[in-house]
């Protein structure tokens, strides 16, 4: 089975704090997403990967980096985190253009900013 | 940008009865998808349907598919408790997906 996991499950920051978000996936999936989820928005995308090195911008990708050094690895990089910035985080894999279209999520990290 | 927009917003429903959920969408797909997340947690692939497809089943799951309305349902069978949980449609379109808000259900025993 596909795994996708991520570094905390709760995390509580302080306003201006740099943020590290991980996510590692174990099935060598090429594509990789970060989410944002929010109460009345649904998940909106901040960034995604289709390679190593690689990265685009979602539709919310403002206050935000990534980082993909390796293929398994998907980092979300809050450089000044914020107090909007409090949300639920999702990251998520897919295959190549030759595999299955369906994501991968792991369990996601609640992020509180104070 | 978000592209699924489910209806209605939440669903109560007795253990046994049928959950319907439906959603609409603005632009071409390849594919649309129906995902479903227990509270606090990640999301889970259900089904998909491939933009050439009318309908498709998987247990006591029915999807939907009309192009020409760009609308998708959901059914879900002889609900469980264990089907409580909230149902999001996306659709897939330039490798990326688009998630509609959410429906949430819940099944009472």
């Known amino acids: 089975d596909v795994k996708v996991t991520q570094s905390s499950r709760y995390l509580v920051k302080r306003t201006g704090e740099k943020v590290f978000l991980e996510c590692v996936q174990d099935?060598?999936?090429?594509?990789m997403f970060w989410y944002r989820q929010d109460p009345g928005l649904g998940l909106r995308l901040i960034y995604f990967?289709?390679?190593?090195?690689?990265?685009e911008k979602g539709d919310i990708p403002e206050g935000y980096s990534v980082s993909r050094e390796k293929k398994e690895r998907f980092s979300l990089i809050l450089e000044s985190a914020s107090t909007n910035q409090t949300s639920m985080y999702l990251c998520?894999?897919?295959?190549?253009?030759?595999?299955?279209?369906?994501?991968?999520f792991g369990p996601g990290t609640r992020l509180t900013v104070l | 940008s978000q592209q699924g927009e489910e209806d209605p917003q939440a669903l109560s429903i007795q253990e046994g009865e049928n959950a319907t959920m439906n959603c609409s969408y603005k632009?071409?797909?390849?594919?649309l998808q129906w995902y479903r997340q227990n509270s606090g947690r990640g999301l889970v692939h259900l089904i998909l349907?491939?933009?050439?497809?009318r309908e498709k089943h998987s247990g006591r799951l029915r999807v939907t598919l009309d192009t020409s309305k760009k609308s998708s349902s959901l059914l879900i069978t002889a609900s469980r408790a264990a089907d409580t949980a909230s149902y999001f449609c996306?659709?897939?379109?330039?490798?990326?997906?688009?998630f509609g808000k959410g429906n949430q259900v819940v099944v009472i025993p």
């Open positions: 099935m060598d999936h090429e594509n």
């Open positions: 996306a659709t897939d379109a330039d490798n990326r997906l688009a």
């Open positions: 632009t071409s797909i390849n594919n």
């Open positions: 349907i491939r933009s050439n497809e």
């Open positions: 990967s289709y390679d190593v090195k690689m990265k």
């Open positions: 998520a894999s897919r295959p190549g253009a030759s595999g299955s279209n369906e994501q991968f």
